[in-house]
């Protein structure tokens, strides 16, 4: 974490607009903007992934923001971080792609919220896995490549947040709980996979 005057004002702010808030595995939402915070190199960057939900997620407004004394840069970051009602997804991403702020944020956001091990896996559902898709396509919008350490794609659930390493110390898939001698396999397509998966999960 960069700690600066700023910084630390966005800091205590993250804390108190998320403090009541949790993510879907039931812990405190404000680990996730401060684990973004933690990767970023400079100083507007860190305020800017500290605060990059407070506008769409709670009472505070980019005017209250710029009343607080944050940066011109960071503003405008966090006003293309802000998703509007009707506005298409990747028309949102495309645009966030041409501010260096606020795709450095995105980038991190992105590949935190598409790492389905942070969740139960017993609480994972198909639609997870679309969303996670979803957000892989948004990553490579963005100039990444979200499968540079996720290779592999679980036989039951599609899940592809694991690499071969990561794999190789579960017995069973650590999203879905499938466990199978073919648990792990490149030739598996994600069709294939959801339907595999939507029927055991009806089961």
Not at 121 to 138: L, N, S, V
């Amino acid at each position: 974490m960069i700690y600066t005057e700023k910084t630390k004002k966005a800091l205590a702010l993250c804390f108190e607009a998320h403090k009541e808030q949790v993510d879907k595995s039931g812990l405190p939402y404000v680990f996730h903007p401060f684990h973004l915070a933690e990767q970023m190199k400079t100083e507007n960057e860190t305020i800017t992934a500290l605060l990059h939900d407070v506008v769409e997620d709670t009472d505070t407004s980019l005017e209250d923001l710029s009343k607080m004394g944050f940066d011109v840069s960071v503003i405008e970051a966090l006003s293309l971080l802000t998703h509007q009602e009707g506005v298409d997804y990747f028309d949102y991403v495309r645009e966030i792609s041409k501010n260096e702020i606020a795709k450095a944020v995105k980038i991190a956001d992105l590949t935190h919220n598409s790492t389905l091990e942070r969740f139960n896996y017993c609480e994972i559902t198909p639609w997870d896995i679309e969303r996670q898709q979803k957000y892989f396509k948004a990553l490579e919008i963005l100039g990444e490549n979200p499968y540079k350490s996720t290779h592999l794609r679980c036989a039951c659930c599609g899940a592809t947040t694991f690499n071969k390493d990561y794999v190789g110390a579960f017995d069973t898939c650590p999203i879905c709980g499938f466990n199978d001698e073919d648990l792990v396999t490149t030739d598996i397509t994600l069709e294939e996979a959801k339907a595999q998966f939507l029927k055991k999960w009806a089961n």
